[in-house]
């Protein structure tokens, strides 16, 4: 991935200020008639996101991230801005970890827009691809199929994030569900297992689902 240009600030008491620009492209046109969906509300209203107090926090929100001008991708938080905010949070966390948070913190962002961009590709192909509108984390709300996953004696994921995805002019909602201890590790020794798939609070999203379940 590309790296914004931005100077480093890196030294044994100072954490850096890089900041990585990711593979996802931001919706920047909102019109202001549009009334705002949940997850957009919740991302507004939290200047920080909802970390979780996990290995890997969830990502911050959209007011404390931004986007790359040249790119118009969204650009992950600094090592500085994510141990500021853990701080802010009263999560515990050493400076040091950060060198390693942030790298698997991004990786798993860019897994969950994998994920999206894969229920995405029959749908906004013809607009060039998805782009991420806003997202946010609550590590509180477990959705429907995690509750009822936590039920059978299955393992709850550790966060949720809803993101808000616009294809083609329409807003599709997502929701994540982030489990630890499973998947291949194949990718900056990610070892998490994350369930995406859209709300079926649209019909957007409820064909979304039904054309995977039977196979269109």
Not at 45 to 52: D, F, I, R, V
Not at 58 to 70: L, M, R
Not at 114 to 142: M, N, Q, T
Request: net charge positive; charged share 25%; glycine share 8%.
């Amino acid at each position: 991935m590309a790296r914004s240009r931005q100077s480093s600030r890196s030294t044994p008491y100072r954490l850096s200020t890089d900041r990585e620009i990711s593979t996802i492209p931001r919706a920047l046109a909102v019109s202001p008639d549009r009334p705002l969906h949940q997850a957009e509300r919740a991302a507004l209203n939290s200047p920080e996101g909802n970390s979780s107090s996990h290995t890997v926090p969830s990502a911050n929100s959209e007011t404390d991230t931004g986007h790359d001008k040249e790119s118009g991708n969204w650009v992950y938080p600094s090592q500085e801005m994510f141990f500021a905010a853990m701080k802010r949070k009263g999560h515990t966390a050493e400076p040091t970890d950060m060198s390693t948070v942030i790298p698997i913190h991004n990786a798993v962002n860019e897994k969950a827009w994998a994920e999206i961009r894969s229920w995405e590709k029959e749908y906004s192909a013809a607009c060039g691809g998805p782009k991420l509108v806003s997202f946010a984390g609550d590590s509180k709300a477990l959705t429907p199929r995690a509750r009822w996953k936590g039920w059978m004696g299955y393992t709850v994921p550790f966060d949720r994030h809803d993101w808000v995805v616009d294809r083609c002019g329409k807003k599709v909602e997502y929701v994540i569900d982030f489990y630890s201890g499973k998947g291949n590790g194949d990718r900056k020794g990610l070892n998490f297992y994350l369930d995406v798939r859209p709300k079926l609070n649209s019909w957007e999203g409820v064909k979304t689902r039904m054309a995977r379940t039977v196979g269109l």
